[in-house]
């Protein structure tokens, strides 16, 4: 791609970001402006709507986590019907004639 020769007027603030760049990544400060302009929408800033997307993904991805733990933890109190003990063995009741 062919350079073309323009100029811009730049503010003092402008400049002096310029000035304070990384001379070791950006030797000229044409390099950095070029960078700056050509990866714009790489380094761009979210929006607060891709935040709240983001946000709303996040919070189904609990809310279906935290449904599946607790799916498991019924079925898994569901199985653990344990024994009553008694005296280390299993305790069934009298039989009612008995009583």
Known sequence: MAKVMKS?????????????????????????IEALLLNHE???EPTIETVLEE?????????????????EKSESNEKKEIPKMYGGLP???PPSDII
């Open 8 to 32: 811009f007027r730049l503010s003092e603030s402008a400049i002096a970001a310029l000035e304070n760049r990384d001379t070791q990544k950006y030797r000229s400060g044409q390099e950095y």
């Open 42 to 44: 790489e380094k761009s």
């Open 55 to 71: 946000l709303k993904k996040l919070n189904e991805k609990i809310e279906k986590i935290l449904s599946e733990q607790l799916q």
């Open 91 to 93: 305790y069934t009741p």
